[in-house]
Each structure stands twice: as C-alpha cells, then as structure tokens.
C-alpha cells in the first residue's frame, strides 16, 4: 500500500506529468465549450481526415520535428537559436531551385526548374551544414551555444534574402506541394513525417547509446571525456540534426504556402521549440530528457494558439493567453512549488501511516 | 605589496588588463569608422551630422542596452525588452490618441507596467527557479499579445507635448568671424540623444560607485559564492530585472518620440539586436564581465553598419544583418582567444 502511495508522489514530482495533466486540462475546456471539438469526419474527395484535433498535430508538426532536434541541444546544457532562421534558409533554397530565375519562368506553375531531389536535397545538406557550423563553434571553440547559434539568428534570414534577391517566389509545383499538403493512410502528410523524425530521433537515442551520451556530457561535460566519451563529436551530431531537421521542417512550412517568405517563415520557432522542450520535462541546466514531454510540450502550445483561434480572439492576442497558460505550467513545474507538492504528500502519507 | 591598497593613477588604472575588450570594440569601431570616411568621405560620412545620426537612430537600443548589460552581467538574459517598448509605445499612442489622456499619465503607466513585469520577472527567476529564457520569454509573448490586444493597427500620436518634446533639438554651434553659428551640414541634438548618453553615464555609475553594482559583478561571477558571502542575491536580481524594465520603458518612450505612432509588431527582434549590442560592447554573456562605455561603443559599431549601406545605396539592406553576424562572430572569437590566453597565464 504504502508502495504505491511512494509511487504516486513521484509521478505527482515527474514534470511529465504535469505537462500532460494540463494539455488534458486544455482539451477539456475546449470540449466544455465546444462539444464538437473532438469531432473528426472523413472526407472522400480529398481521402483526408479533418477535426480541430488533426489540426492540432498537423499545424505543430513544424514545431515538433525542430523541437527533437532541440531537445538534445538542451540536454547538452546549450540552446540553439538559429533554427528559425534555418527554416527560412531552407524555403529560399528550396523555392530558388523550384523557379531559378524569375524572368525567364515568369508564371508559376507545376514545374520544376531543377531537378526535385536537388529542391529537396541541397535545402536539407545546407541546414545541416549550417548546425555543423553552430555544433562546430560550440565543440571545438569552446564558445557558448546561445551566442555561437545567435550568429547564425541574426544573419540567418539575411542569407535567405540575398539567395532570392529580396524577392518572394510561388511555384505550383505538385509532387512539392504533398510534402505540406499532400496526405498518406487518410492523415496530413506533416503528421507522417513528424511520426518518423520522432520515431527515428528515438530509436537513435535510446537503442543505441547516442542518448546516453547526450544527458552526460549534458551533465560534465569533462567527466564525460574522461571516461572516454567524445563530448565534441556528440555536440557536432547534435547541432548538425538539429540543423537538418530545421530544413524539414523548413520543407513543410514552405510547402504549405508553396512560397518562400524570409521575413515570416520561422519566425519565433526557435523560442516556441525551446518553450516545447522545457514545457516536455527537459531541465534547460542540462542532462536527462525526454522526447515523448517534448512532444506534449509542442501540442500543448499548438492547442492554446487552435483554442484561441477556433473561439475567435484576435488572432494577435493568441501570444498573451499563450503566456498566461505557459506562465502557469512553468510556475507548476518549477523546483519549490514541486518540492511543496512532494512535501505536502509526505505529510499525508505520514499522517495516514500514524492513523494505522 | 599585499595588503597594502595603493591607489592608482588614472593610466594605470585605463591600461587595467580587463578593459581590453572594451578597446577591442572602440578598435575596430575606429577602423570601420576610417573605412568608411576613406570610401564615402566626399559624400559626407566625415560630416558631424552624420556621427551624429547614429546616435539619433540608435537611441531607443541603447537605452535599452544599459538596461540589458547590467542583466547580462549578472548571467541572465531578458528577452521581453522588444515587446515592454512596443507596449510603451501602445499605451502612449492608444491613451492620448484614442482615449485623450495626457502623455504624462499614459507615461506613469507604462512605467508601473514596465517595471513591475520586470520586478515580477526577477521574482520567479530568482525565487521559483525558472530560468531566465524562459521567464522572458513568457514576458515577452504577454507584452506582444496585450500589444494586440490594444490594437492591431498602428497609431498615429497627436499631441502638443510629444510634438514639443519630439521636435526639441538642440542646434550644434562653432565660433567663426566672432559670432556662434550652426554648422553646415546642419547637426543637432534632440531628448532621445540626452536621455541615452544620461541613461548611459547612470548605469556606469550605478556599476562602478554603488554596493549595489558590486553586488552585480558578484553575482555574475559566481552566484553562489555571492550568497555565501552574504551578498542579497534575490534582493539584487529582482532590482536588475525591474531596472531593465525601466530602460526597456524608456527605450519605448524615445522610440514612440522617433516614429510618432505606435504599432504592436513594432521592435519585433529588438531584443536580439540590444543583446547583439551588448555582446560586440565586450559583455560575456556567461556573466560577471561587462562595461557601459563598451556597451555605448557596441552601439555605435552596430549602427554604422546600416550607415555604411545606406550610403553605398548599391547593397540590399540585407547585407546589414550579415554583417552583424560576422561582426559578431569577429567579437566572439576575440574574446575567445583573451579568455583563453587568460586562462593560460
């Protein structure tokens, strides 16, 4: 008996927890306000499914697939702000691919100008590169990831306006526009490919001892290579996922409104990633993570913007009841009120054991 | 020697080893300054009127800036500055504007809003341990939603005491055939310039002459030393975060004076670019190490840089950001190398 007692104040202390005790919170509401909010219906003419939940995963599958990336960052201790730039990178490189030069393709239309695994391809190798060079500057200039990836923040969509000369290209392109759009066994592409970056970012990190390197050097990163660990090469891997999912993710933002917009795409991903993370459980001092918080994390804050959207507040005002919602789970999962809770359940337990 | 404190002369005092990143960054503000004058010097960019500019374009960062050096120093980072200024801007707008209020009044509030988001912000983080990204973060989205909230088109600001205090100057003079004169090209000086040389030369002296700057320093260099020491840590962060929102306030009312409306995406990223000043002015985001002339210094060097482009008038505007980020790179590499070859000796 008591066992189990002692089993349920630890789940009570897990953050997890609390992330999922408010996403159940906030679905509620939704479904107090509105009973059809759970509805889902089919619709043959497009083989989708569509529902405010659907609409939930599909719409946060960008924030989710950087925010594995990020995760790992910030179990190494560090931060990448770079990402939101790199999803504006990789729409320019994409679309510049898709139309080349605007004046001798002067209407958009399904075609490519290059060919598709280079849109696709080189988008995703820069990204890449583009985290090698933050993983590069943390790992072995030994400078600190919040600065080494603001570099690459500031002159990030800097970069992406000059590859496209300032300029905003739309294409029509087909076989591109399934990657935002398209859908595959009745749900949004988005959410299939967020399903596979998770599941690989998983196996990767618990099947094989990749994680188990990521929470050490998190922890010291100096024990760690002492007992032999490469904390450099770990750094590099995860800066460069992290970069190269930002490119996904770039992929999918750009294909959604099959255009490139250096100014807006991206904007803020980097702190709506890094919110997913803490939210999820990961301690921003570093060390143990866990990506199945992380991925709450990134529909709960999905679920706030669907909320305020479906119950028409202006669409602008979603941030302030972004940060009221967020400012309460922070304040819930934050070292003293969760040693107040533990204490509070130690008393009970105590009182309860006196009592027999 | 040891023990007895033996007060230095001013040099000693200038050639002090832990000002270098402050000369690093007046270094290369001089060479990029002498760039400039050497390409552009027949088209004006030695004129007064244009060093000047900076300063008039560059106010509202730099008083955010001082703001933002002294939280850096003590190792955390706010990120809610852009947003609290626009949100200044809106109450200044919105209240005259939409609602007759006086400027003074609409003042008064965004400085109880502005500073208490900031002392309420230093609160939690110091007091519930969350960190400060986090924290301001959530600052930042609450400004930029109630900024919405009050509306979502920019507003213009009509009224005789922000027109007045808008279109103040004063006119720079020289004394030629006996009698003062304006100079030419014409080069004055107006509220928002006085307000962050003044904002600049408060927080030196609050950082360098008052326990509590040397209590920042402390807790910058290690936050848990400067408890063991008895030094109010808690006390001492929350002022920090409420000082930055005062500054942030006031980088809103200066900006508000510049544009003469106000807009809730206005300043959108600001807080990067003052964090951007701070870094290439020498202050370690680590903590522990920063200075106000270098800060002043980090703005002038990022504000030359749009000068430069604008100038040229062949460049996309684009080419400011990278520049940025290579200059920041540049900062950060030098510093690098000091700290390592500090650490050696």
């Known amino acids: ?356 | 020697m040891a023990g007895v404190t033996k007060k230095q002369s001013l040099w000693g005092r200038l050639t002090n080893p832990k000002y270098i990143m402050v000369y690093a960054t007046i270094a290369i503000f001089l060479v990029i300054y002498a760039f400039g004058a050497f390409l552009y010097g027949n088209k004006g960019f030695l004129t007064v009127r244009t060093f000047v500019n900076l300063f008039i374009d560059n106010a509202y960062f730099g008083i955010s800036a001082v703001g933002m050096t002294m939280v850096l120093i003590t190792g955390g980072i706010d990120l809610s500055v852009g947003a609290v200024a626009s949100l200044t801007g809106m109450f200044i707008a919105y209240g005259t504007t939409v609602l007759h209020l006086h400027p003074l009044t609409c003042i008064f509030a965004a400085l109880v809003m502005g500073v208490g988001l900031g002392l309420l912000m230093g609160w939690v983080i110091h007091y519930l341990n969350v960190p400060p990204f986090i924290t301001t973060l959530t600052g930042m989205f609450f400004a930029r939603g109630v900024c919405s909230l009050i509306s979502r088109e920019s507003i213009d600001i009509h009224h005789p005491m922000i027109d007045a205090l808008a279109g103040w100057k004063i006119y720079l003079m020289k004394f030629a055939d006996g009698k003062w004169v304006r100079i030419k090209p014409i080069a004055f000086i107006n509220f928002n310039v006085i307000l962050f040389l003044a904002m600049i030369l408060i927080g030196a002296f609050i950082l360098q002459r008052t326990r509590f700057g040397r209590n920042i320093y402390a807790i910058g260099g290690n936050e848990q030393s400067a408890a063991l020491m008895g030094l109010p840590v808690g006390r001492t962060k929350v002022l920090v975060y409420g000082f930055n929102g005062l500054c942030s306030v006031l980088a809103g009312i200066s900006y508000a004076l510049y544009v003469k409306s106000g807009w809730n995406l206005s300043l959108q990223g600001g807080e990067l670019e003052v964090i951007t000043c701070a870094v290439i002015g020498g202050t370690l985001l680590t903590g522990g190490v920063g200075y106000m002339a270098g800060t002043l210094f980090g703005v002038l060097l990022k504000s030359i840089i749009p000068a430069l482009i604008t100038f040229n008038g062949n460049l996309l505007s684009w080419w400011g950001k990278i520049a940025t980020g290579l200059l920041l790179l540049l900062f950060i590499c030098i510093q690098r190398v000091i700290t390592a070859s500090a650490g050696k000796r």
Do not use: H
């Open chain 1, 1 to 356: 008996m008591t066992m189990k007692k002692t089993d349920f104040s630890g789940i009570m202390q897990s953050k997890v927890t609390w992330a999922v005790i408010a996403e159940a919170l906030i679905l509620l509401v939704c479904f107090l306000i509105r009973p059809d909010f759970f509805s889902i219906s089919y619709q043959p003419s497009t083989g989708m499914l569509y529902g405010s939940l659907i609409d939930i995963v599909n719409r946060s599958a960008e924030i989710t697939i950087i925010s594995m990336g990020m995760t790992l960052v910030i179990a190494l201790g560090g931060t990448d702000l770079s990402v939101g730039a790199l999803v504006a990178v990789a729409g320019a490189i994409a679309l510049k691919f898709l139309r080349w030069d605007v004046l001798t393709y002067t209407t958009p239309g399904d075609y490519t100008v290059y060919p598709y695994i280079l849109v696709l391809g080189v988008p995703l190798i820069v990204c890449a590169l583009m985290g090698l060079f933050n993983g590069f500057l943390v790992a072995k200039g030994g400078i600190q990831p919040i600065i080494a990836t603001l570099i690459l923040m500031v002159c990030g969509r800097g970069i992406a306006q000059i590859l496209t000369d300032g300029k905003q290209f739309t294409t029509g392109y087909s076989p591109f526009r399934i990657i935002g759009q398209g859908s595959f066994l009745c749900l949004p592409m988005p959410i299939i490919i967020t399903v596979i970056v998770v599941i690989a970012v998983a196996l990767f990190t618990r099947k094989t001892a990749f994680g188990a390197f990521v929470e050490s050097v998190g922890v010291n990163p100096s024990a760690s290579r002492l007992s032999g660990i490469k904390a450099g090469s770990v750094i590099l891997i995860v800066f460069m996922i992290t970069g190269l999912l930002s490119g996904i993710a770039g992929l999918i933002y750009s294909s959604r409104i099959m255009s490139n917009d250096s100014n807006n795409a991206g904007l803020n991903f980097e702190m709506d990633a890094i919110l997913a993370v803490v939210i999820g459980g990961t301690n921003m001092a570093g060390g143990r993570f866990s990506l199945a918080g992380t991925v709450i994390g990134s529909l709960i804050i999905r679920t706030i913007v669907t909320f305020v959207y479906y119950f028409g507040i202006v669409a602008e005002a979603t941030m302030a009841f972004k940060a009221l919602i967020i400012a309460v789970v922070i304040v819930l999962q934050s070292e003293p009120v969760r040693r107040y809770f533990a204490k509070r359940s130690a008393l009970r337990q105590a009182r309860s054991g006196g009592a027999k």
